[in-house]
């Protein structure tokens, strides 16, 4: 589940306009309801978060919730973008109130390798996809690899150097944390952290040099 929504969203080449990701964020949507729903019928108890930094972290982002419907209200901005944004923000309360209470349920260091786990299946795929993008920029064909908006640089099929990125960086931080919980295999990890690397360099290369 964790895989089905982390990995498969970033996954999707084939898109339908105006949206060139609306698919993904769709996907991404209903595998995080899937996860957060496995995870809490996983979960031995059903405690309530109380500790003082999920209580604050969640009472920070209510904040920024309120502050988006706002906008619209007292801003003049379109409530289809506010909207939008205290939906998003509000699924992102619900996701850390789960982790919050798998942590008090001492349920926390398995959804967290589950993570891991769904972040280095993404980091290899993407990975895979950029070098893809970079080297061989004839073979994506818009549907199952999406073709580098910007020529020389790997964008993943969320089609953003910059999303691809931070992707990558988490796969790294998500390799290690496998590799410490011995997980995977140590002598596994470091080449997954280097080709996660090279992805990274490669959304910043024009040229596919990246020595």
């Known amino acids: 589940m964790a895989s089905l929504a982390i990995a498969f969203p970033t996954l999707i080449a084939f898109n339908v306009p105006p949206s060139a990701t609306f698919l993904n964020q769709a996907a991404a949507y ?62 992102a309360i619900l996701a850390i109130a789960m982790g919050a209470a798998a942590m008090r349920a001492g349920f926390g260091e398995k959804a967290f390798t589950a993570v891991c786990i769904a972040l280095v299946v993404a980091g290899v795929a993407c990975s895979a996809i950029g070098l893809i993008q970079v080297f061989l920029p004839s073979v994506p064909d818009g549907t199952w690899i999406a073709p580098s908006s910007i020529p ?60």
Request: proline content about 7%.
């Open 30 to 91: 209903v595998g995080w309801g899937a996860f957060l729903l496995v995870l809490g019928a996983s979960m031995p108890s059903r405690p309530w978060p109380r500790s003082p930094g999920a209580i604050a972290l969640i009472a920070a982002m209510s904040l920024l919730f309120v502050l988006a419907l706002v906008a619209s209200a007292w801003r003049s901005v379109p409530w289809s973008l506010s909207l939008s944004t205290a939906g998003t923000i509000l699924s």
């Open 152 to 211: 020389g640089r790997a964008t993943g099929n969320l089609r953003q150097p910059n999303h691809l990125s931070s992707l990558l960086l988490w796969s790294i931080v998500g390799a290690v944390w496998l590799g410490e919980r011995r997980v995977l295999p140590r002598v596994v990890v470091a080449p997954l952290v280097l080709l996660f690397a090279w992805g990274v360099l490669l959304t910043a290369s024009r040229t596919g040099a990246v020595g």
